[in-house]
């Protein structure tokens, strides 16, 4: 059973039209992890929030914003995305953020291709 | 500097064969997590293993295990019978606390750069 859910696999937009990206999870983790992943790179943590509290990463472009309407949903707003956006966008949760042994657990990644 | 340092960008491995695959890391903290992730081409993110710093032995899943040497900052994952479905790209990750402007505390997960398996028929 899918426990964090991404929607959709793949989406494409075009140069400066604004995206969403949407992420449920069925855990009911306090934590919600939004990453970027370019081809054949790590991913890279964009921000995260912890129950309705933001935390932004220094070096995330304004460009990039979220949303976490409750528990289990939480969106990823690209206002206007750039070619160089174009990448694998992987949602993660945890139960906390201050147990060093917890996992995280990541969906299945939307692919976003920009035109 | 690197925090988690995979050396190894690609690996051949012969099915039914034993793979290890490299990870060092660089810490200030005695008190950190480390995990193994498998990243199969369709893209999503599975979580292989976990090796905690203050665990006196090493951790086993199945096929997976883990060769921690504190001393060494080192957590190589060993995969023992190698399968055909063992092909994905690994990442090792580490998560050490992270202090936030307001003074709370979070655990961030740092990524090494991964490492491509192929499993050989």
């Known amino acids: 059973d899918a426990m964090v859910i991404q929607n959709p696999r793949y989406q494409v937009t075009q140069f400066g039209k604004p995206v969403t990206l949407s992420c449920s999870q069925t855990l009911n983790h306090n934590v919600m992890y939004w990453y970027q992943q370019k081809s054949s790179q790590a991913p890279k943590l964009l921000f995260h929030?912890?129950?309705?509290?933001?935390?932004n990463e220094a070096d995330t472009p304004d460009n990039f914003q979220s949303r976490r309407p409750n528990t289990s949903f939480c969106f990823l707003d690209i206002r206007s995305p750039g070619l160089g956006d174009a990448a694998m966008y992987l949602c993660?949760?945890?139960?906390?953020?201050?147990?060093?042994?917890?996992?995280?657990?990541f969906g299945d990644g939307t692919r976003l291709s920009i035109l | 500097a690197q925090k988690i340092t995979q050396t190894q960008p690609g690996m051949f491995v012969q099915e039914k064969e034993a793979v290890t695959l490299d990870c060092t890391y660089d810490?200030?903290?005695?008190?950190?997590?480390l995990f193994w992730y498998k990243q199969p081409s369709s893209g999503e993110m599975i979580f292989l293993i976990y090796?905690?710093?203050?665990?006196?032995q090493n951790a086993t899943e199945g096929r997976y295990s883990l060769n921690f040497q504190k001393a060494r900052k080192s957590a190589n994952l060993v995969i023992s019978a190698s399968q055909l479905g063992d092909s994905a790209m690994y990442f090792c990750a580490m998560r050490e606390p992270h202090f936030m402007n307001y003074g709370g505390a979070t655990n961030k997960l740092i990524f090494g750069t991964g490492t491509l398996l192929a499993v050989q028929p």
């Open positions: 993660a949760t945890s139960r906390d953020r201050d147990s060093i042994n917890q996992p995280q657990h």
């Open positions: 810490t200030s903290d005695q008190s950190y997590g």
């Open positions: 929030y912890y129950d309705k509290d933001f935390n």
């Open positions: 090796q905690g710093s203050y665990d006196e």
